[in-house]
């Protein structure tokens, strides 16, 4: 893998002329012109900088960008942030507000929809506040208690 994390796939030369994820972001953002959050910067660069920030890093392993037979470019870092920049914007303020202090606090988001993302932080929140393995006891319990009194019906 090159210093800039592009793949060669099988014996194509590692091309480094795959745009750069900033690139596509402030290009959309420039093609649609979306309403952007007030904690965010209006230059669409800087944004993408910005919202690159707030998501999980690339992992170079399994998201690095590769060059495909026909010379297209299968970039999965570059759609994962366009997905959750994508429903991020969907967001009402409110929300968009919510899932920015909720990153800055360590959780993160995978574009999950408001009401489960808001149960994942109270669950977080509770594993925080307590012993680990005690949380863990704890959700197993709960979950051994659930599935006993669920009814199985093998039709």
Not at 41 to 56: G, T
Not at 80 to 97: A, C, D, E, G, P
Request: net charge positive.
């Amino acid at each position: 893998m090159s210093d800039k994390g592009y793949k060669k796939m099988g014996n194509q030369p590692v091309d480094n002329s795959c745009p750069t994820p900033e690139s596509v972001i402030a290009q959309f953002l420039q093609a649609k012109t979306p309403r952007l959050p007030k904690m965010a910067p209006a230059d669409p660069f800087q944004f993408a900088r910005w919202w690159m920030a707030h998501q999980a890093p690339p992992d170079n392993f399994t998201e690095g960008a590769q060059v495909l037979g026909d010379g297209r470019w299968n970039t999965p870092y570059h759609d994962r942030l366009m997905y959750t920049l994508k429903r991020f914007l969907n967001l009402k303020s409110v929300h968009q507000i919510f899932v920015i202090e909720q990153i800055e606090r360590g959780t993160a988001w995978k574009g999950d929809d408001i009401d489960r993302f808001q149960a994942y932080c109270e669950e977080f929140g509770k594993m925080s506040k307590t012993d680990k393995n005690q949380y863990i006891e704890n959700a197993f319990k709960q979950m051994k208690k659930t599935l006993r009194g669920m009814v199985v019906r093998n039709d």
